[in-house]
């Protein structure tokens, strides 16, 4: 159901984290993955992992807050069958503490950034003619609020403002548009958290009373991605263990 096979996808933010895995999963689907990020280095070293699984990934530098030159590097790689756009930060004070600067970094890299790629990827997607899927990493965030992270929730419900309307204006050419909106999952620079009395009280409001895996996104990733969504766009998938229908 999920065969990407000979189709060409393009992973932002993919020198880690999620980026990274999407890129596996991807690959381990069929698709033939190129790697997005501002670090070469890192970028080579995600590329080494993929081919020790038997996964072969191209490279492509590139920073989603430089405008111009992110458009040329798309440009420069040639269409796309599926996108991912991930490349994401976030940073983390009271709002009444959050510095413009601070603002300025998150809402470029997240909203516009992820504008930037979804254009330019649609535009080579229209002139190829083939259609494709673009798919936005938004977060429950956008969607519900949360303290001290103020510009990220505003940028990623933005994104999927951005999902909606760029879907509705590209249906025509064959592209559809969705968002993927996790919830809060395991990683390392959280567990610490998480295993404190606050975190296991904010992880019992959780329905399903867990954090969420990196696994736990591959199939909604892969239905997005692939013609299994075919009637499928300008759409928010909450993958999140029912925490937004949790009762106040």
């Keep these: 159901m999920y065969d990407l096979k000979d189709k060409r996808a393009l992973v932002t933010g993919a020198s880690s984290g999620l980026g990274a895995h999407f890129a596996g999963v991807l690959g381990r689907a069929g698709a033939r993955v190129v790697l997005a990020a501002r670090r070469q280095a890192a970028l080579d070293e995600v590329a080494a992992r993929l081919a020790a699984d038997g996964i072969a990934a191209e490279t492509l530098v590139m920073d989603v807050t430089a405008a111009s030159a992110a458009r040329d590097a798309i440009e420069q790689a040639g269409a796309f069958d599926i996108v991912v756009n991930n490349a994401g930060i976030v940073r983390s004070n009271p709002a009444l503490q959050q510095s413009e600067e601070d603002w300025d970094d998150v809402i470029d890299t997240n909203l516009k950034g992820m504008f930037i790629v979804a254009q330019a990827a649609a535009n080579a997607m229209q002139r190829a003619g083939a259609g494709g899927s673009i798919v936005n990493v938004a977060s429950i965030l956008g969607l519900r609020q ?80 692939s013609d299994a969504s075919r009637y499928m766009t300008g759409s928010v998938l909450v993958v999140d263990g029912g925490h937004l229908v949790s009762s106040l």
């Design 146 to 225: 949360a303290g001290a992270v103020l510009p990220y929730a505003v940028s990623k419900a933005g994104v999927i403002q951005m999902t909606k309307a760029l879907a509705l204006e590209v249906a025509r050419y064959g592209i559809r548009v969705n968002a993927l909106a996790p919830g809060y999952l395991a990683t390392d620079l959280n567990r610490d958290f998480f295993s404190s009395p606050a975190g296991q009280d904010m992880i019992h409001r959780i329905p399903q009373r867990r954090l969420g895996e990196l696994g736990d996104l591959e199939g909604p990733l892969l239905l997005l991605a």
